[in-house]
Structure formats: C-alpha cells, structure tokens
C-alpha cells in the first residue's frame, strides 16, 4: 500500500451509493470508450483553486501541551528552526535551548508564526504548488468526479462542452470502486470553508468538502494515490500536473448519453464500436434533447 494511502484517514464510513454514477465529458473524451482509460486527476489541476485547500488554524496552548507531550523532541525541533530564522535574519536575536525548553509552547508559537507569514507571502501569487500541502496531494493524490445526476444543463453546458458532448455511466457498486479504501464517496457542500490544524492534513474530507456553489454538481469522487514514478514522457495538462490515466474494466459501464448537439456522425461511431466489440455491447444509449417547454434536458433511449 502507498506510504499517503497509508495516512490518510475518514471518520465516517460512506453512505449508500446511487446505482449509477456519471461522467460528463467533452466529444473528444469518447476515446474513454476506445481505450478504457480514465484521468486520475490531481486536486489542483481541478478548476476550483479552492480544491482540498482547507483554511488552517494555528494550535491552542492545550493542543501544543498535547503535542509537546506525544513528543518530547519537539522542543529540540523548535529551537533547530528558530535558529534557522535567526540565521536567516527573520529573528531578531538566537534563542537559547534552555530558553525554549523553558517555555516550549511560546518557541512553537513562535516558529509557526514566521512559517505561516512565509507562506502568506509565496501564496500571494496564488500558485499551490507553493503550499507545502498542497503540493504534497498534487503529487501524490488522484481523484475521478463523477455526478449523481445525468440531466445538470449547467454540466452539460460546461463540461459537455455546450451540449456537444456526452455522458458516460458507471455501476457505482462495481469492485473497481473498492480498489481504493475510501472507495466512493459523496461530496459535502458548504458554505464555510473547512478548518484544520496540521495535525489534520491526512483527514480525507478536506477532499471532499466543496463551496456550496457548487452543489448542483452532485458529486461523488473516486479517491486514490498517484504513482511518483512516471514515464519521462508523461504528458501534462495546462497547469503543468502530469496526466497519468487509471485503466477501466469494460463491465463499469453502463450506459452513454449522447448530448443534444453531439454531431450524427460522432453518435453513430460511437454506436458501432459499442456494438462491434463484445465486451462493451452492454452498454445502453440514449439521447439528450432540449425539453421545448422547460429548462430542462430530456433523456431518451437512442434510435439509430
């Protein structure tokens, strides 16, 4: 088992699942369906920055005793990095070890201070891969959002590419899903931000937790770690995060939904390598149209 699968933990176990989940996707993304590869896609490569980026509080004094506690080095550690601040001209004067064993909760509050003012400032130019947190599940965490629903016109406009797309369905009880110990999981909307303290980084609901904004996506993920040893050739996103793809088994799908303004000739080979290759002639197609009356989308079974 990978050394972050490992350490990352969830309080709760995970709710019922819905029988199907969703993918919405672009019309160049039927190579899903020819390939059966999906993304594996780290949380800063997603499109909302505030992706798995909880706001972290500093400790109390009891939670520094407790930890002070659990472990009697750390002191020692407090003084190694005040004496680098010194170094570095952010401390006024060095500090003694007798001085921070004295009073080993003002030494830690004091180090986390000039770190977190640190890290305030690389965070002005809102790039992550400056948070040492962040980066750390960048590289090693990947994630597939699917959706609960199949008929969001807000998903279809935006990541069916204007309805141009389609919509792929997944057996959300399939073994594929219990590769991962988190298996799959709903995401939390809320409207506060999440906190945590640094002993909470490997709590997995920072991954799970989004802007209430964002709560017409329905969303469930599919968590599970990254390898570091990629191909030299791996290629990368616009954001510069490596794609590294995760293979599918041919019996996680269940269906495709055409979008309404998906070309005839893309639904059409789509229809053929569905049924011209066995172990993918199960899946069921449908067509997406316009309700004339509603703002609604309309899902039918597809008629050649």
Known sequence: MALIDRLLYVHTDPPPRPGIVYKYCPPERTDILKNLKLRLTQPGAFNDPFEGYPYTRPYTDEEFSELIARNKQLPELYHIGLQRLHRDGLLERELLLAEVLQDPIAAGKLLWE??????????????????????????????????????????????????????????AGHEFFASSKFGLRPVEYTDQRPTMTRQDIWDIRFHLTKATIWSHEKEWRFITPLSLTLPANTPQDSLGYPIILTDLPASLFRSVIFGARMAADA????????????????????????????????????KA
Do not use: K
């Open 114 to 171: 000039h770190l977190d003012l640190a890290l305030e400032r690389e965070l002005r130019g809102v790039d992550r891969r400056h948070v040492r947190h962040l980066q750390l599940f960048d590289l090693m965490l990947g994630i597939v959002p699917l959706s609960e629903t199949n008929d969001n016109i807000l998903m279809w406009g935006l990541y069916a590419v204007s309805h141009t797309g389609l919509v792929l369905g997944f057996d």
């Open 267 to 302: 639904r059409r080979s789509v229809a053929e390598m569905l049924s011209s290759t066995p172990a993918l002639s199960h899946i069921e197609l449908f067509q997406a149209s316009l309700d004339p009356r509603c703002f609604r989308v309309n899902i039918e079974p597809w």
